[in-house]
DNA sequence: AACATATATGGCTACATGGCCATATTGGCA
DNA sequence: TGCCAATATGGCCATGTAGCCATATATGTT
């Protein structure tokens, strides 16, 4: 028997995979866009405003990490988002940090 | 008046720095470890069985993201989570990372 | 004061990431 | 078949990140 389990560490390289594809701002741009509805890549390109092979690399680095998954129609590819759980915690930890900027000010006086 | 509004783009750079904060192994054991209750940096260093100066860095990167704050009590620091948004986050994505594979398995046959 | 312990910081190295350009690939169309 | 448009990939460079060691700082103890 052992004093202390030592920690699952693929449970948390596996969430690291997650956050690390959301860890830039053009990715977080682009989930968002989707998260309205499936997006071709032309459309991401024009939003996020890069070349077009690096948001191609982009949504690779989304897909790969399972948050996003394409279809291909033609010529063009159209990705969207895969998960539901994005919204929900950029709103609660938008609102977690307002609410600590509130209270940062106040204590100030 | 404009056909499209550029998109907000610091709120996407808020939100990376964030994402950034939570995209490593060792800083998502930490935060998972603090929820449970305030923890020194020497406990933490234990838990991730790094160098302690790797450990104090890891934390300090978590406190300038706003995710922990820290609490002198003599010669300790106690670090405590001070966003209430990561486990229900975690648990959306594994939820639904199980679900996609159980799908995948399924549609194999 | 001298010392020991807990934590933070600076320096350095190795590796990962993001960007663009050029080019390959794939599908539609003349 | 040949060409154009949409997307993906490879190459390269600049920058960022993570790690350890050494050391600085701060606090409690003798």
Redesign the interface.
């Known amino acids: 028997m052992k004093a202390k389990p030592p ?1 699952d ?1 693929r449970r ?2 596996a ?2 995979r ?3 594809a ?5 990715r ?2 682009m989930l ?1 866009a989707m998260e309205a509805g499936e997006r071709c890549v032309c459309e991401l390109t024009e ?1 996020v405003g890069a070349d077009q092979s690096t948001v191609s690399k982009h949504l690779a680095v989304l897909k790969q990490a ?1 948050l996003v998954e394409d279809r291909k129609e033609g010529v063009m590819v159209f990705y969207r988002v ?4 994005l919204k ?3 709103d ?2 938008e609102g ?2 307002a609410e ?1 900027l509130k209270a940062q000010r106040a204590a100030l006086r």
Chains 1, 2 share one sequence.
């Open positions: 920690p560490r948390y390289q969430r690291a997650i956050a690390k959301m860890a830039h701002p053009s977080l741009l968002e939003l399972g895969k998960v539901c759980c929900g915690f950029w609660c930890i977690v940090l600590n």
